[in-house]
C-alpha cells in the first residue's frame, strides 16, 4: 500500500508532464493546466500521507523499482527512500508545487505556449522528486541533472526573445540566462560527479546506507576529499559564491518558475544534499566549518546586493541566495534539522513573496522596476497582504514562520562558539528586514510613480489568490510546528540543542536579533514608506554603484572568463589546429608529391643516364653495407 | 542457423550486386529492403546469442591458405554484438532518411556493399580477414563522399583515404610480424586472433607490436593528431556518408584497441596508459573548443565527435571492468546520437543549403518538431543522465578515476566544455527572434524525416533508462576479458594496474 503510494507520488507529475507534452504545440487548453495542477494535488496527497505514515509508524518505506546501470562490480538501482528527511521535502515540494501550478493557469493565461509551460513544470517536479527520493547518490545525480534541465528550459521559456546588451538587461536574454545557468551548474556537477568516484572506489557501492555505514572506516582524507567534492556540487544548484551569478540571471523565466524553482526548490537541492550526506559531513569538520563560513558570507554578500536594486525578482532572488546561505550555515555547523526547518519555512514564505511579485508584473503589464511602482496597495490589496506576510517571515518578525527558523541558525552560530558568523547573520538579518520592506513600501505604499493614464493595475484572479492562501498560512503558522518537526526529523538526523549557556541567554539573543529586525524596517519606512526621493549623490558613489554592479563580478566573468574561452577557441581553431596539425599533415603529402615529381627529371630515357645514376646506387648501397657491417 | 555471421556479412553485398539489375526507380525502395532485412536478421543475432556466455558465439572456421593458418574465421562477443547491431540499423536509417536523387542506384548499392565491410571487420577472428574487410571499407567511403560530396570533395576523400590506408599499411606490417612471431614461437602459422592471444610475448616485442597497431586504429579514431581528415570528410560528405562515418566507420578504430590492443599486449597496454590518457585528454578538451569556434553546424558536430572518441579511448586504457565496459557502451551511444545529429543537420541543409549558424536563429518558433528532436539529441550528446549518453560516460569517467583522479578531472570537464558548444549551437540555432527571412517558410520535419529520427529518440531514452540488456552481455565478456589480461600480464606494474572485478565469472 505504502509502496504503491511513493510510486503515485513520485510519477503523477511525471504523468502530468507527458499529458501536457501530448499538446505542448498546440494552442492554449485550460484543461492542460487543470489536469497537470490536479495531478501535482495526487503527489501531494500522497506525499502527505507517507508523512503521516513515517510520523506514526517511525518506520521509513523503501522500494527498489528495478536495476539501472550495472557494469564491473557497480550496480546502481532505482530505488526510492521515504524516510524523515525525504518526506518532508516531498511534502513541501509537492505543495508548492501544487499552489505554483494553479497559479500558473492564471498567470500564463495569455500566453500561447501555456501547455508546453505546464511539460516542462511538472518534468521539473518529478525530477525534484526523483532528486529527493533516490536511495542513492547516482540516483539523485539524475535528479540532480533532470531540475537542471527543466530550470534550462523554464529559464529560457520565452526563447524568442533576443540578446539585449547587459546595460540594458543585466540577464541579456532568457537563451543567455538558461545557457549560464546549465553551464555554472555543470562546473558544480563535475564537482559531484568526482564525490561519487571518490565514494565508489573507496566504499564499492553508492547506495546511501551502505556508504554512510562505511563512514568510521575511511579515512579523515578519504572522507574530505569525498565531503568537498559533494560540497562542490551542492555550490553549483545552491548558487553559492562564486558560482551564484547565474540565479538572478534566471529571473528571466516565468514567475511562477522563479517562485518554484529558484526559490523554494530546486536552490534548495545543496542544503538537501548536505544535510543528507550528513554521516559524511558530521565525519568531516573541516568541511562543515567551511560550509558555514562560506554560507554566513553568501548570507552578507547577497543581502548587500538587494539593498540597492530597483528590479522586483532580482531582489527576491537575492534574498533567496542569502536565505541559501542562513541554511548552509545552519547545516555547517551541525544544526541539520535546523537548516530542514527553515528550508521548509523559507520554502513557503518565499514562493508566496515570488507569487506576490508575479500578481505585480501581471498588474503591470511586465514592469519590474520598483522605482516605477508605488502606491498599489488600493489597487491590490491582497497581494500587498501577501507580500506584506512573507516580508514579515522573511525578516524574521515573530509569529512568523522565519521567526523560529531564522532565529535558531543565528542561536546556533552562537552557540557554536563561531560569534563572526554570528555578527554577521545578525546583521544580515538587519539588511534582509530592510530590503524586504523597502520593497514593500516602495510597491505598495506612495504615490503612483508610473503613467496612471495608461496602466491601471488590477488584483489578480480571485482563484489565483485563494490558491495562494495555503503559502500564506504556512508563513504565519509553520514556526508553531517547530518542536514537532524537530521530534519527527531527528528520528533520522542528529539532534542539535542549545547549550545551557545559551538557553540562559536566549531572550538577550532574541532581543538582539530582533532590535536589527525592526530596525531595518523602520529604516525602510522612514525612507520609502512616503514615497520615492531619489539620492543622486547616494547613487553615483562608489559602494552603490559596485553593489548595484553585483560588485562587477558578472562583467569579471565575462572579460577573464567567456572572453578569453572563446578567443583561445578561435586561436586553437584557425592556428593550431590548421596552420599546425592539419598544415604538417598536408606538408608531408606535398613533400612526397614534390619529391617525386622532381626525382621524374631523372626518367630521361638516356640510357646513359640511366648508367650513371646505377652506378651512384650502387656505390651508395656498397657504403650502407660497409657501415652496418663495422657496427655489427 | 550456425552460419547466421556469414549470412550478416555477404547478404548485402550479394544483394547489392543484384541491385545492379534493379530499376533505377525502385532502388531506393530495394536498398531500404534489404539493410531492413539485415537489421532483422541482426536482432535475430541479438535474441539467440547466449548473453551469459562471455566468450565467441556463432564461430565459423573455413580454412583458406591452412600452410599460412590463413582462414575464413569469424564470431561474435558481447563486445562486438552491438556495434553489428548499431551499424545494421544506422545502414538501414540512414537509407531511410536519405534525400539524395543523383545516382540513388550507385549509392545504394555502394551503402550495402560498405555495410558487408562494417559487419565483417566486427566479426573477423582471423587478422587477415579483418584486415581485408578494414581497407575494403575505404573504398565506398571514398566513393560516397568522392560522388555525392561538396565543392572539395575530392580533396576531402583523397585526404581520407591516404591518411587512413597509410595506417592500416602499418598495423599490417605489425600483423605480419605477430605472425611471423607466433610461428617462432609455436612452430605453426596462424593468423586467427583467438590463436594470437593466447601468446604471452616479451615486452618489448609488446611495445613494438603496439605501436604498430596503433598508428592503424589511432588514425581511425582519429586520436589527437591524427584527426584532421575527420573534419574535411565531414564537411563535405553528404548526409548519409557522415551518419554512417561517424556512427560506425570510427567505432572500427576503437574497436580494434579493445580487440587486439588489450588482450594482446597487456603489459604494453599498461604501460601505455599515461600517454594514451593524456592525447584522449587533448582530445576532449582540444577538440571541444576547436568545436565552440566552429561557425558551421556539421563543423561543430565533426569536432564534438572527436572529442566523444576521446572519453571512449580513456575508458579502454582504464583497465577495469567499469570503464572498459563504459567504453563500449559509449561506442553505441555516440553511433547513435552523432549519428542523428548529422541527419538533424542534413534536414536543415536540404531545406535552405547552408549549415552556418548566421544563416539561423529562432527555428524553434518555425520548426518545433524539429527543435524537441535536435534538443532530445543535444541533451544526450552532452550526457544527461536518463538519456542513452550519460551511462557510458559515466561509467568511462568512473573507472578512470581509479587510475587517475586528476586525469578524470581533466577528462570530466567534457560535461562542461560539451555542454558550452552544444548550446552555443542551440542558441545560436533555435533561440532568439527569427532574423532571416528565408526562415519564417521552413517547414517542420516532414514525415520520412521524423520517422527515421523516431526510433533512434526511442533508443536514446530506452537504453538511457533501461541499458541492461546491452550493458550486460557487453560487461560479461569485458570482465573475462579484463580477467584473461590479469592472468596473461608479465609485469608486475601491469598486474596491479588490471583490475578483476568480483563479479567476473570468466570464459574469455
Not at chain 1, 508566496?352 to 522596476?369: Q, Y
Not at chain 2, 578512470?400 to 549551437?425: C, H, K, R
Request: hydrophobic letters at 55%; glycine letters at 8%; a neutral charge.
Amino acid at each position: 500500500m505504502m509502496e504503491n503510494l511513493v510510486y503515485i507520488a513520485l510519477f503523477a507529475p511525471f504523468a502530468g508532464s507527458l499529458f501536457s507534452a501530448l499538446f505542448g504545440m498546440s494552442p492554449k487548453q485550460t484543461f492542460v493546466g487543470i489536469v497537470a495542477s490536479s495531478l501535482l494535488f495526487i503527489s501531494f496527497a500522497a506525499s502527505a500521507t507517507l508523512a503521516y505514515h513515517v510520523y506514526s509508524t517511525g518506520a521509513a518505506v523503501h522500494v527498489t523499482m528495478m536495476e539501472w546501470i550495472s557494469a564491473g562490480d557497480l550496480t546502481i538501482p532505482f530505488g526510492f527512500l521515504v524516510d524523515q528527511v525525504s518526506v518532508t521535502m516531498m511534502t513541501v515540494v509537492t505543495l508548492v508545487s501544487t499552489v505554483v501550478h494553479i497559479y500558473s493557469i492564471g498567470y500564463m493565461d495569455h500566453d500561447k505556449s501555456f501547455n508546453r509551460f505546464f511539460s516542462y513544470l511538472s518534468a521539473f517536479v518529478f525530477s525534484m522528486m526523483i532528486l529527493v527520493m533516490s536511495d542513492n547518490f547516482a540516483g539523485l545525480f539524475i535528479g540532480w541533472e533532470g531540475v537542471g534541465v527543466c530550470s534550462w528550459l523554464l529559464i529560457g521559456f520565452w526563447y524568442h526573445k533576443a540578446d539585449q546588451p547587459r546595460e540594458e538587461n543585466p540577464s541579456i536574454s532568457p537563451s543567455w540566462a538558461a545557457n549560464e545557468a546549465f553551464i555554472v551548474n555543470r562546473i558544480a556537477d563535475l564537482g559531484m560527479l568526482v564525490g561519487l568516484f571518490i565514494i565508489y572506489w573507496n566504499v564499492g557501492s553508492l547506495q546511501y546506507d551502505v556508504v554512510f555505514a562505511a563512514v568510521p572506516e575511511l579515512s579523515g582524507s578519504v572522507l574530505n576529499a569525498a565531503a568537498l567534492a559533494l560540497f562542490i556540487g551542492a555550490m553549483g544548484k545552491s548558487a553559492q559564491f562564486p558560482l551564484h551569478t547565474w540565479l538572478t540571471d534566471a529571473m528571466e523565466g516565468p514567475t511562477p518558475v522563479s517562485a518554484l524553482i529558484h526559490a523554494a526548490t530546486m536552490v534548495t537541492a545543496g542544503v538537501f544534499l548536505v544535510i543528507r550526506a550528513n554521516p559524511i559531513f558530521s565525519a568531516t569538520p573541516e568541511v562543515s566549518f567551511f560550509i558555514a563560513a562560506l554560507g554566513t558570507f553568501v548570507a552578507l554578500f547577497a543581502a548587500s546586493m538587494a539593498l540597492v536594486n530597483r528590479d522586483l525578482k532580482r531582489i527576491i532572488a537575492f534574498s533567496t541566495l542569502s536565505q541559501l546561505g542562513y541554511m548552509f550555515a545552519a547545516a555547517g555547523l551541525g544544526a541539520y534539522w535546523i537548516a530542514l526547518f527553515h528550508l521548509a519555512a523559507h520554502a513557503f514564505f518565499k514562493a508566496l513573496l515570488f507569487l506576490g511579485a508575479g500578481n505585480v508584473m501581471h498588474a503591470m503589464d511586465g514592469e519590474l522596476d520598483i522605482f516605477k511602482m508605488g502606491g498599489l496597495k488600493k489597487a491590490m490589496n491582497w497581494t500587498y497582504i501577501y507580500m506584506g506576510v512573507a516580508s514579515l517571515a522573511l525578516a524574521g518578525i515573530p509569529v512568523f514562520a522565519g521567526f523560529f527558523s531564522k532565529d535558531a541558525i543565528i542561536e546556533t552560530a552562537f552557540n557554536e562558539g563561531t560569534y563572526v558568523l554570528w555578527a554577521i547573520l545578525v546583521l544580515t538579518a538587519g539588511m534582509t528586514a530592510f530590503y524586504s520592506f523597502r520593497q514593500v513600501f516602495l510597491t505598495f505604499h506612495g504615490k503612483a510613480r508610473y503613467d496612471e493614464s495608461t496602466l491601471h493595475p488590477h488584483e489578480m484572479y480571485k482563484f489565483v489568490l485563494i490558491a495562494m492562501s495555503p503559502l500564506a498560512l504556512l508563513a504565519v503558522i509553520a514556526g508553531f510546528f517547530m518542536g514537532g518537526f524537530q521530534t519527527f526529523v531527528t528520528k533520522l538526523l542528529p539532534d542539535y540543542v542549545m547549550s545551557d549557556h545559551t538557553h540562559h541567554l536566549i531572550w538577550v539573543l532574541t532581543a538582539v536579533v530582533l532590535v536589527f529586525a525592526v530596525g531595518g524596517i523602520w529604516l525602510a519606512y522612514k525612507k520609502y514608506a512616503n514615497g520615492l526621493k531619489r539620492d543622486e549623490e547616494l547613487e553615483n558613489s562608489f559602494i552603490y554603484k559596485l553593489l548595484a554592479n553585483q560588485y562587477y563580478i558578472p562583467q569579471f566573468y565575462e572579460e577573464f572568463i567567456t572572453k578569453p574561452y572563446a578567443m583561445l577557441s578561435e586561436h586553437m581553431w584557425k592556428d593550431v589546429d590548421m596552420k599546425i596539425v592539419d598544415a604538417t599533415v598536408d606538408g608531408i603529402a606535398k613533400f612526397l608529391y614534390k619529391s617525386g615529381d622532381g626525382t621524374r627529371k631523372m626518367q630521361t630515357g638516356n640510357l646513359s643516364n640511366y648508367l650513371n645514376w646505377m652506378a651512384l646506387g650502387s656505390v651508395l648501397l656498397l657504403v650502407v653495407a660497409a657501415i652496418s657491417a663495422m657496427l655489427s | 542457423m550456425d552460419n547466421i555471421l556469414s549470412v550478416l556479412v555477404f547478404f548485402p553485398a550479394i544483394a547489392g550486386l543484384l541491385g545492379f539489375v534493379v530499376n533505377k526507380d525502385s532502388a531506393r525502395a530495394y536498398g531500404i529492403t534489404v539493410a531492413a532485412i539485415e537489421f532483422f536478421l541482426s536482432l535475430w543475432l541479438w535474441l539467440s546469442f547466449d548473453s551469459s556466455n562471455a566468450g565467441m558465439q556463432f564461430v565459423e572456421l573455413i580454412p583458406l591458405i591452412p600452410d599460412m593458418g590463413i582462414g575464413y574465421y569469424v564470431g561474435v562477443d558481447g563486445i562486438s554484438l552491438f556495434i553489428i547491431l548499431m551499424a545494421t540499423l544506422m545502414t538501414l536509417i540512414g537509407m531511410m532518411s536519405m534525400t539524395i536523387t543523383k545516382n540513388i542506384k550507385n549509392m545504394i548499392i555502394t551503402l550495402l556493399f560498405l555495410e558487408m565491410t562494417m559487419i565483417g571487420v566486427f566479426v573477423a577472428l582471423d587478422a587477415i580477414i579483418f584486415y581485408l574487410f578494414w581497407e575494403l571499407s575505404l573504398v565506398p567511403m571514398l566513393y560516397i563522399i568522392g560522388a555525392w560530396g561538396g565543392p572539395l570533395r575530392v580533396y576531402a576523400s583523397v585526404k581520407f583515404f591516404l591518411y587512413t590506408f597509410t595506417g592500416s599499411l602499418i598495423m599490417l606490417v605489425g600483423m605480419l610480424f605477430m605472425a611471423y612471431v607466433y610461428h617462432n614461437l609455436t612452430g605453426v602459422w596462424s593468423f586467427a586472433i583467438t590463436d594470437w592471444y593466447s601468446l604471452v610475448l616479451p615486452v618489448n616485442y609488446q611495445l613494438w607490436l603496439f605501436a604498430a597497431f596503433f598508428f592503424g586504429f589511432a588514425i581511425k579514431v582519429p586520436m589527437f593528431p591524427f584527426h584532421t581528415w575527420l573534419p574535411y570528410a565531414h564537411g563535405q560528405a553528404p548526409t548519409i556518408g557522415s551518419v554512417i562515418l561517424a556512427a560506425v566507420l570510427l567505432k572500427m578504430g576503437t574497436y580494434g584497441f579493445v580487440r587486439f590492443s588489450l588482450p594482446m599486449f597487456p603489459d604494453a597496454s599498461v604501460m601505455m596508459i599515461t600517454p594514451i590518457a593524456i592525447l584522449a585528454i587533448i582530445m576532449i578538451i582540444y577538440t571541444a573548443m576547436v568545436a565552440y569556434a566552429q561557425k558551421d553546424i556539421k563543423q561543430v558536430i565533426a569536432y564534438s565527435s572527436v572529442s566523444h572518441m576521446g572519453i571512449i579511448m580513456l575508458g579502454i586504457f582504464a583497465m577495469n571492468a567499469e570503464g572498459i565496459s563504459g567504453s563500449v557502451f559509449q561506442m553505441l551511444s555516440h553511433g547513435i546520437v552523432s549519428g542523428a545529429l548529422f541527419m538533424l543537420v542534413g534536414v536543415i541543409y536540404d531545406r535552405r543549403h547552408t549549415k552556418l549558424m548566421s544563416e539561423f536563429g529562432g527555428l524553434a518558433s518555425v520548426m518545433p518538431k524539429y527543435a524537441v528532436i535536435f534538443g532530445i539529441m543535444l541533451m544526450a550528446s552532452v550526457g544527461l543522465p536518463l538519456t542513452i549518453g550519460f551511462v557510458g560516460e559515466f561509467l568511462v569517467l568512473l573507472g578512470f578515476y581509479q587510475v587517475s583522479p586528476i586525469m578524470t578531472i581533466l577528462a570530466g570537464t567534457s560535461i562542461i566544455i560539451g555542454a558550452i558548444y552544444m548550446l552555443a549551437v542551440y542558441k545560436k540555432t533555435f533561440f532568439g527572434p527569427v532574423t532571416n527571412e528565408a526562415n519564417k517558410t521552413l517547414k517542420d520535419l516532414d514525415s520520412k524525416e521524423t520517422w527515421s529520427l523516431i526510433p533512434l529518440v526511442l533508443i536514446v531514452i530506452w537504453l538511457g533508462v533501461y541499458p541492461k540488456p546491452v550493458l550486460e552481455p557487453i560487461d560479461n565478456s569485458v570482465k573475462a576479458m579484463v580477467s584473461f589480461m590479469h592472468e596473461k600480464a608479465i609485469t608486475q606494474e601491469a598486474k596491479d594496474m588490471i583490475k578483476v572485478a568480483k563479479t567476473d565469472k570468466g570464459g574469455f
